[in-house]
């Protein structure tokens, strides 16, 4: 898949289990966007991944103005004109996490840069986001080149982003697998305002609002009935002071979810803006087996219940293996008691107490687990119609002081080894190979100031620091490449190079020269015609000439020349070179099978 210059998404994908291979994403609002195709509770295990892609977010295709380009202004790396997604402020992104799971791994994420106007980033979430993040999205192998200025960015209140607050935004969260995003392995990524993720060694990335944790996540939807535009706190007893407010979804309906990220083996309050509701649920979400947290609801002092568990069947809505919570008479008993079915009710701060504790495993990517999903009911019953917001009682009496469970890893040192796409160049025809070939040709200034002057093969680079002429010969019928012959000419035998290139170069090659210094008199403009050149050039007192030619008995129409003035340079050039063209002459290997044009051909029969 090649998708570019889109307003919008160059792909939004959902349902099921979805692979993206070999694809890359340049010039779009948002490159890729993957979104689950089966909500809890009739979740059926998928995923979705995108691997061995590339995605640029401002590349050197300017576009033109008029048509449907309606909106042009600076950006890229060099900050020209150019056409816009949107408009100038719509914050680009490369992949956009929702709610998954998702796996981003072995892609390369290039020239995101902001502007003034707006925020640019290799890894974005969904905006304005009502919905739930699952913490199960992770992150692996990925490489950011030198011109991504941010690596992930989770919105700020703003333009596009608006208030920024809706209960997806705030738990936007994803799992660095091996650091390379963040240089933490085994890292959680969160929002830098959500303390029900945080301990006190998590790291701040400011610039990305951004937090790095260590430690263990799962998700508890809290579904309540007959209860309309109820807002829900959920409050960790470690940050009492920092509380997360929840709207929830399906504000209308007569169940209301509301969909946190938690941090396991942690104790958390849940209080209402409202009367608190008689009926509520308590679903387990992304629990292993044995993984738990507690929590305590606040209802009024004269409220009694009664809590139920069960595993509720997605496929037909069925419960089975029902249990009866039993009350016990102190918070210390149900600490002793935490892998049976009891509660606690403290009347005196009117806060139910329950351990989530998950008995079954749960199988690949299913938020539930393999025997359904576990879940609790609390039914109760009360004659109160007071707000139960029990905050003032609960804290400091059931404050903690803030620990980590899981100790952050050091930082990683060196760069990421084998990360990024394998795939250097990415065409609409994958059955067509290219070589990537970049020039870096300094001016006069440049060179007197130590920059060095590069011919990169497939990511290999070749310097040279002296004056002269570097030529580079490579079989055009290799692939990815292979050199064949090196050659420097230095100043004084630049002479020599004119019949070097009439004699010495073999066919079927590519042929890369690129100088250095002012050399006053490069007579080899006759050689480079039998090189592809159409008419002999004058090449003397150039300031850079940079050639790209073949030698055999074919014109391929990619053979260029540039030169630059006196005292001046070319900067970056970059060129893909087609390899095994069938006029090369290369030696035939076993022809592949195109199955994608027998499929065309039996289609245009068939009609």
Known sequence: LIAFKNNDNGAWVRGGDIVVQNSAFADNGIGLTFASDGSFPSDEGS???????????????????????????????????RTLPRNRTFPIRGFQIYDGPIHVTRCTFKQYVPTPDRHTSAIGFLMKNSWQITPRNNISLVKFGPHVSLNVFFGKPGPWFEDCELDGDKNSIFHDIDGSVTGYKDAYVGRIDNYLIRHPSCVNVTKWNAVVCSGNYAQVYVQTWSTQNLTMTITRDEYPAYPMVLRGINQKATFPQYQPVIMLEKGYTIHWNGPAPKTAFLYLINFNKNDWIRVGLCYPSNTSFQVT????????????????????????????KQSERKFYFDSSTGLLFLYLKAKSHRDGHSYCSSQGCERVKIQAATDSKDISNCMAKAYPQYYRKPSALKPMPSMLKGLCQGCGTRQVVFTSDPHKSYLPVQFQSPSQAETQRGDLSVISINGTDFTFRSEGVLLLIVDACSVPFRLTEKKVFSFADVSLMEEYLKTSIPPRSI?????????????????????????????????????LGFSGNFKPSWTKLFTSPAREGLGLLEQFVPLQLDGYGCPRAGTVRRRDLELLKQTSKAH
Do not use: C, W
């Open 47 to 81: 995923s979705q991944e995108v691997s061995e892609s590339l995605f640029v977010g401002e590349s050197r295709n300017y576009g033109f103005q008029g048509g449907q380009n309606k909106y042009v202004g600076t950006g890229g790396i060099d900050q020209k004109p």
């Open 309 to 336: 568990f069960g595993f509720l069947q997605r496929h037909n809505g069925s419960l089975s293996k029902m249990e009866e919570y039993e009350p016990l008479h102190s918070l210390e008993e149900l600490q002793r």
């Open 511 to 547: 042929v890369l020269l690129s100088t250095r210094g002012e050399i006053k008199r490069l007579n080899i403009s006759d050689s480079l015609v039998s090189l592809g050149l159409a008419k002999p050039a004058n090449l003397y007192n150039k300031g850079s000439t940079i050639f």
